[in-house]
């Protein structure tokens, strides 16, 4: 019972960090609209931006490292599977926050998956390397 609850208390931080950490970055990193070679509607969204979450991520992680140095879940099997399943979860609770609020606006809520399951696989990363068991 207190691997479930570890489980559930480090994937609320994780998605919950990563939702509420990434609202000023919506505004500021918003898609670029332009015209393709045929005249049609683009969004441009550059892979540097993907990259950035990247790092935050693990600067996050890092910090996350000073406040709880210990990890929550008990055995590698689940911390693995945090690793695979938190930043396919943060991506899709970004995708879905971002199809609601940015659809009105008529722009793609993909790029908001790609940040979101960067950062939160950057972090993960980051605190399953350096945590101490």
Known sequence: MEEIAALLIQFVLEVGLQIFGSIGFDYATESRRGRGRNGETRDHD??????????L??????LSLIFAPKLLL?????RVTNLIVAPLVAGGLSYLVAAFVWAARGQSPWHHFWRGFWFALA???VRFAYAGR
Do not use: R
Not at 74 to 78: D, E, F, V, Y
């Open 74 to 78: 008990p055995n590698a099997g689940l």
């Open 123 to 125: 972090f993960g990363l």
């Open 46 to 55: 550059g892979y540097g931006w993907l990259f950035v979450f990247a790092v």
């Open 57 to 62: 991520g693990g600067v996050c992680g890092g």
